[in-house]
């Protein structure tokens, strides 16, 4: 498809994601720095780790421990798949597929391969709560993943092959020979390494953290690659419209000194048992505390906006 057959919204895609003309990668020293900076600031939190107890960070539990403390640690493993959250799953899914396709297919037909490939699926993830699904409930996750995946189609345009999409691409780094890991696990990504574009799909609004969210992915991908990325893009699919940040040295600083806090608050909550510290915000409404917490209950009861 020439970008002239593009509609409105996927030409806005194109503008916002595309390579500028002379556009220049950031110095690999930048990788080098930030790196030594990380690692500076986290050597006494390793010097308390052992291989055997290693601390995981990743893009959750950091939202989580810096969202509320208290949060943070009622949702430590309870973790449950429901209809809500299993979409976004479905809809990426569908998505892989679609990139490598060949011929036309109506989404509701990719969403309903999409399902039963996730079904069959062994590794950790939705297969055992796809399975259950009555009919019924398969039919309402149905409906919600080809709304979300028909969103998808009408706002990017076709992803080429020659841009590199890749769905659900996971990545690690270990830090300190495995006593710290940070990892990701990206919606999209098109490009190659030293000019990726990562993007997180959202299926509501945009809120003010998941800029954070990608700063600590293009933090992960520079430390795992050793060239950072080129830009990060949370695109809302409710309102077709996408938050773009450039990546720059602050940007990963940014995510450095996030880490930083992130790891020595997730260890003293959950290895000195310090005690949480409740601060209310968006995720109150999602907290499994809500309908006890004082704090949490008054704010929501005010009402706000994060958009
Ligand atoms: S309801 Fe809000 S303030 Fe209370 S623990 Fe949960 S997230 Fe924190």
């Not at 595309?18 to 990668?25: E, F, I, N, S």
């Not at 990380?38 to 052992?50: D, I, N, R, V, Y």
């Not at 391969?113 to 079904?119: F, I, K, N």
């Not at 270990?174 to 993007?199: A, C, H, Q, Y």
Request: overall charge negative; hydrophobic content about 35%; aromatic content about 8%.
């Amino acid at each position: 498809m020439s970008n002239q057959e593009l509609n409105p919204m996927q030409q806005q895609v194109v503008d916002v994601l595309g390579k500028p003309a002379g556009w220049v990668p950031l110095p690999l020293t930048v990788v080098t720095a930030v790196r030594d900076q990380l690692e500076t600031a986290l050597a006494p939190l390793a010097a308390k780790l052992s291989p055997d107890q290693p601390l995981y960070v990743s893009k959750g539990s950091l939202n989580t421990v810096h969202g509320c403390e208290a949060h943070f640690m009622a949702s430590l493993d309870s973790f449950e798949w429901t209809i809500s959250n299993v979409r976004g799953t479905v809809m990426h899914k569908a998505v892989e597929l679609a990139i490598n396709w060949r011929g036309h297919i109506e989404p509701a037909d990719l969403v309903e391969e999409a399902l039963t490939r996730l079904e069959d699926e062994q590794s950790r993830g939705p297969s055992e709560f796809i399975a259950q699904l009555s009919s019924g409930e398969r039919a309402q996750l149905r409906s919600y993943a080809v709304d979300l995946y028909t969103k998808f189609e009408e706002s990017f345009p076709p992803l080429k092959a020659s841009w590199r999409p890749v769905t659900e691409s996971s990545a690690r780094v270990e830090l300190f020979g495995g006593l710290i890991f940070l990892s990701t696990r990206v919606d999209l990504t098109l490009g190659g390494p030293g000019s990726k574009v990562i993007i997180d799909l959202k299926s509501g609004r945009i809120y003010s953290n998941h800029r954070e969210d990608l700063r600590f992915y293009a933090l992960v991908e520079s430390l795992r690659s050793g060239q950072p990325p080129r830009r990060l893009a949370t695109y809302s699919l409710e309102s077709a419209r996408a938050d773009v940040e450039e990546v720059s040295e602050g940007v990963l600083q940014s995510a450095v000194r996030r880490v930083i806090d992130g790891a020595n608050a997730i260890y003293e909550l959950t290895r000195e048992s310090r005690e949480p510290q409740l601060n209310a915000g968006a995720q109150c409404r999602w907290c499994p505390l809500k309908n006890n917490c004082e704090t949490g209950k008054q704010f929501l009861e005010r009402g706000f906006e994060d958009d």
